[in-house]
Structure formats: structure tokens, C-alpha cells
């Protein structure tokens, strides 16, 4: 399914222009001579997860081919997100931009730093979804996605708003 330098990405922003925050964001990781974008999802709207009294976020899946160690990509994804105006106030809160390393079927990490996979992914319509949109097999302690989707009841709060573009080659 995977190879051993791909990885799954989440994408989220609430604040500003949320599609063209994202767009920005896809461009600027492409940018990096280390990434690959393989495939990305169509963007969905979502309701916010953990706090909930906020605006609704645009939420998107990358998957891309990464040539360094896991933690070199998460602080690839750390910078950007600075680079590109996000601010860590409150934990769950709003944000410009925010950049998950969800996935990697052959590197786990449990440090301080990172852990991967990411512990709460499996539980997450917002990065299932849209996830499941570039890799419909997948399965995670021998559940598939479809099922673990349905189980949360997933499909009837993330509703897909964009998908234009998505067909070339790398994404845009």
C-alpha cells in the first residue's frame, strides 16, 4: 500500500481564507526538494473536534514521499505551519494552518517529540475521511477504514467542498 518513505499528512485551517490557506500550504510543501506530493484529497468541511465553539474547519489529506527521518518531516510541517502564521494559543483552538504527520506503515515513534502514528488519527472523521479518499484500503489494527468511518458515524460531519485541481500529477 505504502512504501517506506510515504506519509500521510492531515491539513486543517479555520481561520482567514481556510481553501487558500490550504492551497498556499500544498504549494509550499511541494516546494521542498525532499517532498513528493503523491496524492491529495478533495478538501471537506468539518465541525471542530475537542473544542468545539469555533468555526468550522477546512480539512484536507496528503499523501506524500518524504527522503529524511520522520522527525525531520514534522519539523518541515512545524515550520510551515509558523512560516505560513499560525499561532499556539489554545490547545484544539483555532488556527491559520495546522500540519499532522498522521501515518507511516513501516516507522513508529513514541518520544516526547513525535509520536507516530499519531495517536489519535483512528478517531478522527476529519482526517478518516479525506484519508480514506487516497487510500480506500487502507486498515489500521486490522480494521479497515470504510468500517472504522461508519463506526463513528464519520460521513454525516465531514462533507466534501472542493476537489478541483486534484487530478494533475502532483497535485496542482
Not at 482567514?16 to 504549494?27: M, N, Q, T
Not at 516546494?31 to 474547519?57: M, V
Not at 506524500?64 to 499561532?87: D, I, S, Y
Not at 517529540?113 to 479525506?130: I, T
Request: aromatic share 12%.
Amino acid at each position: 500500500m505504502m512504501n517506506r518513505k510515504d506519509y500521510m499528512i492531515s491539513l486543517g485551517s479555520n481561520m482567514g481564507d481556510s481553501k487558500e490557506i490550504l492551497h498556499a500550504a500544498i504549494k509550499k510543501l511541494s516546494a521542498n526538494p525532499g517532498l513528493k506530493l503523491l496524492k491529495l484529497s478533495s478538501f471537506y468541511r468539518t465541525k471542530p473536534w475537542g473544542k468545539t465553539d469555533q468555526p468550522d474547519f477546512l480539512n484536507a489529506a496528503a499523501l506524500v514521499r518524504w527522503e529524511g527521518t520522520p522527525e525531520e518531516l514534522l519539523a518541515f510541517l512545524l515550520l510551515t505551519e509558523k512560516e505560513m502564521g499560525r499561532v499556539r494559543k489554545v490547545h484544539w483552538g483555532p488556527r491559520t494552518l495546522d500540519l499532522d504527520l498522521i501515518y507511516n506503515e513501516y516507522e513508529r515513534r513514541d518520544t516526547e517529540y513525535l509520536h507516530l502514528p499519531h495517536p489519535l488519527f483512528w478517531a478522527r472523521p476529519f482526517v478518516l475521511v479525506p484519508m480514506e479518499e487516497i487510500l480506500p484500503e487502507f486498515t489500521f489494527r486490522g480494521e479497515g477504514i470504510h468500517e472504522r468511518i461508519l463506526s463513528l458515524h464519520g460521513y454525516a460531519e465531514v462533507k466534501r467542498e472542493w476537489t478541483e485541481g486534484k487530478e494533475n500529477e502532483n497535485g496542482y
